[in-house]
């Protein structure tokens, strides 16, 4: 499941927008339009998590407040990339009756994807 964090675009006063998170301080981009501001949001949220390890849980978007001298002018969510690293291959214990229900749902080709997506949805939910 894809984490989404806000990116707020501001109007500068030469006429262009800049562009922060909120919930990632240093996080920032600019551009000519909305349009490019935005579109450099992404790019500036996957440099972020490049350079810094820790990834803060994002504040909902209504949620967040912004100071009054700030003037905004779009709230934004960007996806954050994927980090979880490349494949990698495992031994892991299961009974042997959990890992038939599994393949019955899935088929045993479909084993890694179903037990991937399980934990990740049980991290999810422990945030």
Known sequence: MP????AVIEAA???T????FPDLPGCTSAG???????LGA???LAFYFEENDER???QDID???IDD??????????????????IQRYNVTLPSGLVARIDAQVGAGGRSSFLAAAAKRSLANQS
């Open 3 to 6: 984490v989404f964090y806000t």
């Open 13 to 15: 006063d030469d006429g």
């Open 17 to 20: 927008y800049g562009v922060f």
């Open 32 to 38: 000519e339009t909305i349009q490019q501001a935005a």
């Open 42 to 44: 992404s790019e500036a």
């Open 56 to 58: 803060p849980m994002p």
């Open 63 to 65: 949620a967040i407040v």
């Open 69 to 86: 001298d700030i003037s905004e002018v779009a709230r934004v969510l960007v996806a954050a990339p994927d980090v979880d690293g490349p």
